[in-house]
Nanobody, 127 residues
């Protein structure tokens, strides 16, 4: 099983940038597809981006496409989310997630497909 810890959140101005990190423990990180989700106050958690186990395939929500970039460094057991041209509507608690071990090679955009979550890191974008 893999455990996840997010970091890198903070306060940014609209138009600015942040990079989130998701550090994974466990020797099998490199065999897991991974995802980023976010939850704004009063809203449901939503898909942001996902990446295949080797980084060869990526998927993005339409709302972040062209502004956010998901990547991973399997040697460091870490996944990243580079967020550029931030908007106030990007304000949310950001989570990284991993699917069940038996489905770890598959990429999912649905929240229900993930069963391991980090504690989240807050991103606040001021206008």
């Amino acid at each position: 099983q893999v455990q996840l810890v997010e970091s890198g959140g903070g306060l940014a101005q609209a138009g600015g940038s942040l990079r989130l990190s998701c550090a994974a423990s466990g020797r099998t990180f490199s065999s897991y597809a991974m995802g980023w989700f976010r939850q704004a106050p009063g809203k449901e958690r939503e898909f942001v981006a996902a990446i295949s186990y080797n980084g060869g395939r990526t998927y993005y929500a339409d709302s972040v496409k062209g502004r956010f970039t998901i990547s991973r460094d399997n040697a460091k057991n870490t996944m990243y989310l580079r967020m550029n041209r931030l908007k106030p509507e990007d304000t949310a608690l950001y989570y990284c997630a991993a699917p069940p071990q038996t489905m770890r090679y598959q990429i999912f955009t649905a929240e229900s497909a993930y069963d391991v979550w980090g504690q989240g890191t807050q991103v606040t974008v001021s206008s």
